[in-house]
């Protein structure tokens, strides 16, 4: 069986550096000797010690571990916004910072262990090592007896809506710019950054942290440095779909110029999407729903015109991001008939690509609320449920645990033996679930 991996998240400093000392001391004296009773991999991103820089192999380590444990001392950007991204993903961590390091209030609440490395006194000093070692072993011991199963009821960006793969790329292609230039932590509505904090970092910061208000007043500094159709491209839309009520008045109101413009097809779906995710949580897709349907109105007509340039997972797209709104609508209704429309868009989608596996998740979803909205009794809806589901399961290598949760109840609703099955990769996969679920399995 492969080792489990412990990823360490901090400062680490340039070399010789009072920070890159005491990272030093926390790996060597510290985590090494508290972990070597479980036989895990640790390791920290060393290779990108002094560069300054989030890279694709520290995010991917920090998402990927068993298990992270991160230290906020100094609250640095770049730990900060690690810690976020390993946050969002549901998995274990566990928070250290130095003695005297006041935290921001959003984490004030959470569990962080405490070491101190300035006592003069040697026994004192040895003391204080050993009840912070034993503190991280205590912690580990019960992810260990858990099966680092963390937890898996934390929502992460998936919750939103389907944009978090494009949200996360744009996040990551808005990183990639560079340092937007510096011309002070103010923006125009009076929002503020911490000193000397990157308007680029502080937007990151915000939104894998769920701090809106940061990231709403890094996105006006932003607003103020970027051209306006790659501001609303690669900042708005985030926001938004984050819940910022101001990033999704924005939203809305420049959405008919950002249709007007020559930016790609795709990207004007992309921005439809984030609008229907920003009203979902609200109940306000009756309030987007008359600009949505034109919109998608003028982009039926857009590929009618540009044929076979729009590309079928384009189209397929569009007609999921309709289902979306049209299964909102059901929700703040309870009219049936929106159901209808919902379902009619996700056949379409289906349709133009049926190698996409959520399409069916979505569609599986619609026909279970139809037929629970019509009364019916356990038949034809959902036994199309079930085939949707098992399409889905199918196409996906690695099933996430709301398709699998969504299936093993449909499974079992209907006594069917895919539930033992579907419940088997649970166990597996999400240990934390499969407990709820056979407490809960309806």
């Known amino acids: 069986m492969a080792k489990r991996k412990c990823f360490v998240i901090g400062p680490i400093g340039e070399k010789d550096s009072d920070i890159r000392l005491n990272a030093d001391t926390l790996l060597h004296h510290v985590i090494e000797p508290a972990l070597e009773p479980f036989n895990m991999i640790v390791y920290r991103g060393d290779h990108r ?144 950054l911490p000193p000397g904090l990157d308007p680029i970092i502080a937007f990151a910061m915000g939104i894998n942290q769920n701090d809106i208000p940061l990231a709403e007043a890094a996105m006006m500094l932003l607003q103020q440095r970027m051209s306006h159709l790659p501001f609303l491209d690669k900042v708005v839309e985030i926001a938004a779909a984050k819940g910022s009520q101001k990033a999704g008045e924005m939203l809305i109101d420049c959405a008919q110029e950002f249709m007007d413009s020559d930016m790609p097809f795709e990207k004007k779906i992309e921005y439809l999407g984030c609008m229907i995710t920003y009203a979902g949580p609200r109940d306000e897709e009756g309030r987007i729903l008359e600009l949505a349907e034109h919109i998608s109105d003028e982009l039926t007509a857009e590929i009618e015109m540009a044929g076979e340039t729009v590309s079928e997972e384009d189209v397929a797209q569009l007609h999921n991001q309709m289902n ?119």
Request: hydrophobic share 30%; proline share 5%; aromatic share 6%.
């Open 49 to 192: 010690a002094e560069s300054n820089e989030i890279d694709e192999d520290v995010i991917t380590s920090v998402r990927k571990a068993d298990i992270c444990i991160v230290d906020l001392t100094g609250l640095n950007p770049n730990v900060m916004y690690e810690f976020g991204r390993r946050e969002e993903s549901g998995k274990p961590f566990i928070l250290l910072k130095a003695k005297g390091q006041k935290l921001p209030v959003d984490l004030q609440n959470k569990r962080c262990i405490e070491y101190d490395f300035t006592l003069q006194n040697q026994i004192a000093l040895m003391d204080s090592i050993a009840d912070t070692k034993q503190q991280i072993r205590n912690f580990m011991q019960a992810q260990v007896d858990n099966e680092f199963a963390g937890d898996e009821t934390i929502p992460s960006l998936k919750h939103i809506g389907e944009q978090l793969d494009k949200i996360s790329r744009k996040l990551d292609r808005l990183a990639q710019h560079g340092p937007v230039p510096s011309g002070g932590s103010h923006s125009d509505d009076g929002g503020e």
């Open 324 to 442: 979306r709104l049209y299964y909102g609508m059901y929700g703040n209704t309870h009219d049936p008939d929106w159901l209808e429309k919902a379902r009619r868009e996700i056949n379409l989608a289906i349709q133009h690509d049926p190698s996409e596996s959520s399409y069916y998740y979505n569609r599986a979803g619609t026909l279970m609320a139809l037929h629970d909205a019509t009364g019916q009794e356990e038949g034809e809806l959902l036994q199309q449920a079930a085939e949707d589901m098992r399409s889905c399961l199918q196409l996906e290598e690695e099933p996430d645990s709301d398709h699998l949760r969504q299936a093993y109840r449909l499974f079992h609703r209907l006594d069917m033996p895919e539930a033992n099955q579907v419940m088997d990769e649970i166990e597996e996969q999400f240990p934390a679930l499969a407990r709820f679920l056979k407490k809960n399995p309806d």
